[in-house]
């Protein structure tokens, strides 16, 4: 994993002092991989612990791992298949975070009421995510309909939790249930490819996977099977825990 994408993933775990480092790293790249944590401390008028605690958030074993992997990619030359399935459900396991997974499932459970929503193929994932709620004696709901969707927003409080998918992050429908809630202070917990979105700034939790928009002859052919892997990790957790 890059690592502006890991900057992206662990962004709910950073601080300002973590963003000014990782300010620095991304315009001195070339020069950060040949210093020392002592002079890159001093460069940012912090102490060298400041660097490492950075490292172990965004994933790395430590200062070591984070200046190899990125002298790496500076001297990657060779270029992935980003259009096949492989790739997509590779980077989608790289992002699973098992902290947020395990957080996701604790609110879940602690909810009094949980609804899901999304449109056109994502709703088949809602659907899914009910039965497997049930599984464990969890009550949930999903409605296709605007209409219910926002009566079932209008009974709702802090005490429940909206589940909302939705790859592109920009559906608008999906952006209209999310600021709803938002108005009755319901916490959301959203689903989307990974890449900056509106979803993604209205909720309280973000989950990601790897699913970039594909379109052939007019039809939409977004590979799903990332969804599924989010979704089916995040329902195991939930049944292993409660």
């Known amino acids: 994993m890059q690592f502006e994408e890991r900057v992206h993933k662990f962004e709910y775990k950073l601080n300002d ?7 620095y790293i991304l315009e001195n790249k070339h020069e950060f991989v040949n210093k020392s944590i002592q002079s890159i401390a001093a460069d940012l008028y912090t102490v060298p612990n400041t660097i490492t605690r950075l ?3 965004l994933g790395y074993d430590g200062f070591s791992h984070l200046k190899n992997s990125i002298k790496e990619e500076l001297d990657s030359t060779k270029a992935p298949n980003e259009d096949s399935s492989y790739y997509f459900i590779q980077k989608t396991f790289e992002l699973i975070d098992m ?9 879940l ?24 709620l049930r599984v464990a004696g969890k009550h949930s709901e999903h409605h296709i309909h605007r209409h219910e969707m926002l009566y079932m927003l209008d009974q709702m409080n802090q005490h429940d939790v909206l589940f909302l998918i939705s790859l592109s992050g920009e559906t608008p429908q999906v952006l209209e249930m999310a600021e709803k809630a938002k108005q009755s202070e319901i916490p959301i917990i959203s689903l989307t490819h990974f890449t900056k979105n509106s979803l993604q700034e209205a909720a309280a939790v973000n989950l990601y996977c790897f699913a970039p928009k594909k379109i052939k002859n007019g039809y939409n052919i977004t590979d799903r099977t990332p969804v599924m892997i989010v979704l089916q990790t995040l329902s195991q957790v939930y049944w292993d825990h409660f």
């Open 99 to 107: 902290e947020r997974i395990e957080m996701t499932a604790k609110m």
């Open 109 to 132: 459970h602690d909810s009094k009421h949980v609804l899901f929503f999304g449109v056109g193929d994502t709703a088949d994932f809602c659907e899914m995510m009910v039965r497997n």
């Open 55 to 57: 490292s172990k958030k």
């Open 17 to 23: 002092t973590d963003d000014q480092i990782i300010d």
